[in-house]
C-alpha cells in the first residue's frame, strides 16, 4: 500500500551521495540530511505515524537532532538523546518498542570496535 501510494512528484530532489557526503563532513547527523520518500505515502497511510513523528520531534526539542521515518514506516529513529520522551509511557504507545542504539562507526578498511573503545552518535528508534 505505501509504494502504491508514493507520488513520485513528491520525491526529494536531493542527491543522496550528496546528503551521505555531508553527514560525513558535519560529524553529525541533522533533520535536513535525513531524506525518507516513503514518508510522504506512509504519513498518508497512517496519519498516526506523522503524529507520532511530530510528538517526538516537540517533545524532543534540542535534545534530538533529526528524527525521522526508517523505509516504509517499521521505526521511527530519533537522534542524540537516549532517553524517550514521557509521552511514550501513555498508554497508547504501550504496545511501541522503544529502545536506546549506537551507529556502528568504523574507519574505511577497518572492522567494528566495540562502542566502550569509541564515540558513536547516541540514536533512540521507535518501532
Known amino acids: 500500500m505505501i509504494f502504491k501510494s508514493l507520488d513520485l512528484n513528491?520525491?526529494?530532489?536531493a542527491d543522496p551521495l550528496r546528503l551521505l557526503s555531508q553527514m560525513t563532513q558535519q560529524g553529525s547527523i541533522t533533520q535536513d540530511l535525513c531524506?525518507?520518500?516513503l514518508e510522504q505515502p506512509a504519513f498518508d497511510n497512517l496519519p498516526e505515524l506523522a503524529e507520532l513523528k511530530q510528538r517526538l520531534t516537540e517533545a524532543g526539542g534540542d535534545k534530538f537532532s533529526a528524527v525521522f521515518m526508517t523505509g516504509s514506516g517499521s521505526t521511527i529513529v530519533c537522534v542524540?538523546?537516549?532517553a524517550a520522551p514521557r509521552f511514550l509511557s501513555d498508554q497508547q504507545y504501550q504496545?511501541?518498542?522503544v529502545?536506546?542504539?549506537r551507529l556502528i562507526v568504523r574507519?574505511?578498511?577497518q572492522w567494528y570496535v566495540h562502542s566502550s573503545q569509541q564515540?558513536?552518535?547516541p540514536v533512540a528508534a521507535v518501532a
Open 119 to 121: 564515540t558513536a552518535v
Open 99 to 101: 529502545s536506546p542504539a
Open 107 to 109: 574507519q574505511p578498511g
Open 10 to 13: 513528491r520525491r526529494s530532489k
Open 80 to 82: 542524540g538523546d537516549d
Open 35 to 37: 531524506v525518507n520518500d
Open 95 to 97: 504496545g511501541l518498542f
